[in-house]
């Protein structure tokens, strides 16, 4: 079984990597980087990059992948609709987060690029309406100067001004971090919100997934 991530950040391989290591050893990945879709769907809106998404998801199933998963919260729609045209599992790495975060209640959702916020409020309205639950109730937070220190390298920066933000947080029952990026803000934080980010559920459900 081949499972083929599409990442619009290189940071992405090393953690899903690692997270391959630890809770799926002998699951075959295949990283594909294409940071300017990114760069493209933030500019113009996801849909700009939907055929250059479906031609990448069309490629990686001719090269052998039985899943795709999207680890891009801003591409994640077109990535899924992308895949329903083709017959073939595509998955985006923040729904399995999304279905237990609407289970809360009030949600937080902290992201440190705008066109992130959209689409996961979106996310969220979506998995509760499938789980049979009322519109969640939900707060979207940008983390000023967050995106420019990822940008910049500044990797450590960047997560403790996302942990800063988390901590700030006082009327909600989860946050949602919503870039696969954001992760490693949750060892971070001292808040006694549940806080829950994207990459080690989402592998797990493309495990699934590549493996039917």
Do not use: K, N, Y
């Not at 879709?37 to 069309?58: H, M, Q, S, T």
């Not at 399995?96 to 959209?118: D, F, K, N, Q, Y």
Request: glycine share 8%; with cysteine.
């Amino acid at each position: 079984m081949i499972l083929t991530l599409l990442h619009t950040s290189a940071v992405h391989v090393p953690v899903f990597d690692a997270l391959r290591d630890a809770d799926h050893p002998g699951l075959v990945l295949r990283h594909v980087v294409r940071e300017e879709l990114l760069d493209r769907a933030g500019a113009r809106g996801p849909e700009a990059v939907a055929g250059d998404v479906a031609d990448l998801v069309a490629g990686a199933v001719a090269e052998g992948a039985t899943a795709v998963l999207c680890t891009c919260s801003t591409i994640g729609a077109v990535a899924e609709s992308a895949g329903a045209a083709l017959g073939v599992p595509v998955l985006r790495v923040d729904r399995p987060m999304a279905a237990e975060a609407v289970r809360a209640g009030r949600i937080t959702v902290l992201a440190t690029l705008p066109s992130t916020l959209a689409p996961t409020r979106a996310l969220l309205v979506e998995e509760a309406r499938r789980a049979g639950l009322p519109a969640p109730d939900v707060r979207t937070v940008l983390v000023e100067g967050a995106w420019e220190r990822f940008g910049a390298g500044d990797r450590d920066g960047c997560l403790d001004l996302v942990a800063a933000a988390a901590d700030a947080v006082t009327d909600a029952e989860v946050i949602v971090l919503a870039q696969g990026s954001m992760a490693g803000a949750v060892t971070r934080t001292t808040t006694r919100i549940p806080v829950l980010s994207s990459p080690r559920p989402g592998l797990a459900a493309a495990a699934v997934a590549a493996s039917r």
